[in-house]
T-cell receptor
Framework: GDSVTQMEGPVTLSEEAFLTINCTYTATGYPSLFWYVQYPGEGLQLLLKATKADDKGSNKGFEATYRKETTSFHLEKGSVQVSDSAVYFCALFASLTGANSKLTFGKGITLSVRP | SAVISQKPSRDICQRGTSLTIQCQVDSQVTMMFWYRQQPGQSLTLIATANQGSEATYESGFVIDKFPISRPNLTFSTLTVSNLSPEDSSIYLC??????????FGPGTRLTVT
C-alpha cells in the first residue's frame, strides 16, 4: 500500500539556520504530495503541495520539489524563525477507484527553533 | 478553501460513556473525513463520512465503536462509544473539495479517565 517515510526527529535549530526535512514515499500511480504544519495546540494547516513530477510547491519561505526519480519531497527553508517551531507532516494523496480520496501521512517531525 | 469548526474542543469523559464530536464546514464539500491522532503520533484515518449513506471505515475501525453521521454537505458527527483510556486522543475532522486538498478542523482533545 501507499506509505510516507519521514526522517526521525526531533530537530532543533538556531534562528536563521537552513532547514531540510526529508520525506520519501511509496505509491502506485502518480500521487499528489503535501506538507502540512501543526502549530502547538492547533489543527493541521496545508503548507504547500505539488501535483506532478518536477513541480515545486512553496509558501512562507518553505519549498519542496516533487522528485519522481527518487520518490522524494524534501522540505527546505533557507532561514528558519522561532515562529516556525511546529510539527511537520509529509503526506500523499492517492485517488482510489470510485473517486474516494485518501491522504496518507508520515509520522511527523517536531522542529524547535532557538532564538 | 474551507473553514472547519469542531465542538467540543476538549473533554474529559469517564470510561464506559460516549462522546459525540461535531464538525461544521463553512461551505458545501464533497468529502469529509475523521482522523485520530494519538499522543506524539501521526494521523490515522478512521473513516470517510458519506452524505446520505453509511460511512466507509478503515481497517481496524468499526461502526459500533465509531458511529458517524453526515446528514448534509456541511456537517458530520463522530461518536466514540464505550470509552476506554486507550481512546484518549485528538480527533480531527477534515473536508475535501473534490480535488486533492483537505482542510482540517482544530481537533477535539479527548481524555478518558
Amino acid at each position: 500500500g501507499d506509505s510516507v517515510t519521514q526522517m526521525e526527529g526531533p530537530v532543533t535549530l538556531s534562528e536563521e539556520a537552513f532547514l531540510t526535512i526529508n520525506c520519501t514515499y511509496t505509491a502506485t500511480g502518480y500521487p499528489s504530495l503535501f506538507w502540512y504544519v501543526q502549530y502547538p495546540g492547533e489543527g493541521l494547516q496545508l503548507l504547500l503541495k505539488a501535483t506532478k513530477a518536477d513541480d515545486k510547491g512553496s509558501n512562507k519561505g518553505f519549498e519542496a520539489t516533487y522528485r519522481k526519480e527518487t520518490t522524494s519531497f524534501h522540505l527546505e527553508k533557507g532561514s528558519v524563525q522561532v515562529s516556525d517551531s511546529a510539527v511537520y507532516f509529509c503526506a500523499l494523496f492517492a485517488s482510489l477507484t470510485g473517486a474516494n480520496s485518501k491522504l496518507t501521512f508520515g509520522k511527523g517531525i517536531t522542529l524547535s527553533v532557538r532564538p | 478553501s474551507a473553514v472547519i469548526s469542531q465542538k467540543p474542543s476538549r473533554d474529559i469523559c469517564q470510561r464506559g460513556t460516549s462522546l459525540t464530536i461535531q464538525c461544521q464546514v463553512d461551505s458545501q464539500v464533497t468529502m469529509m473525513f475523521w482522523y485520530r491522532q494519538q499522543p506524539g503520533q501521526s494521523l490515522t484515518l478512521i473513516a470517510t463520512a458519506n452524505q446520505g449513506s453509511e460511512a466507509t471505515y478503515e481497517s481496524g475501525f468499526v461502526i459500533d465503536k465509531f458511529p458517524i453521521s453526515r446528514p448534509n454537505l456541511t456537517f458530520s458527527t463522530l461518536t466514540v462509544s464505550n470509552l476506554s483510556p486507550e481512546d484518549s486522543s485528538i480527533y480531527l475532522c477534515s473536508a475535501g473539495t473534490g480535488e486533492d486538498e483537505q482542510y482540517f478542523g482544530p481537533g477535539t482533545r479527548l481524555t478518558v479517565t
